[in-house]
């Protein structure tokens, strides 16, 4: 079993920053990849971005890419998300997965545990 605690969620206005972070423990192993999810009122849970056990590969859903920032840090079993510029169109609930691809996914499906979630509202 492995659970995920996320953290950093909250109220921000367009255009600033938030950092989320994600810790996974319980029998984690050593190679894994992660990745963030989100989810607004009435929509599909969708990819944001994921990275590979290794920290060296990284992808990111189009609607992200050059404002968000994935990595990790495996001393810490901690994964973080970056989140510049936001717009209120990233509000949503935001989803730290584990998968047991060590490349990550960009398919929820590939995912076999999930945080809680944490709410991010951004205000314009």
């Known amino acids: 079993q492995v659970y995920l605690g996320e953290s950093g969620g909250g109220l921000v206005q367009a255009g600033d920053s938030l950092r989320l972070s994600c810790t996974a423990s319980g029998r984690t192993g050593v190679s894994y990849g992660m990745g963030w999810f989100r989810q607004a009122p009435g929509k599909d849970r969708d990819f944001v971005a994921t990275i590979s056990s290794n920290d060296r590969d990284t992808y990111y859903a189009d609607a992200v890419k050059g404002r968000f920032t994935i990595f990790r840090n495996n001393t810490k079993n901690t994964v973080y998300l970056q989140m510049d510029s936001l717009t209120p169109e990233d509000t949503a609930i935001y989803y730290c997965?584990?998968?047991?691809?060590?490349?990550?996914?960009?398919?929820?499906?590939?995912?076999?545990?999930w945080g809680q979630g944490t709410q991010v509202t951004v205000s314009s």
């Open positions: 997965g584990y998968t047991y691809y060590h490349t990550g996914s960009t398919l929820k499906e590939k995912y076999r545990y």
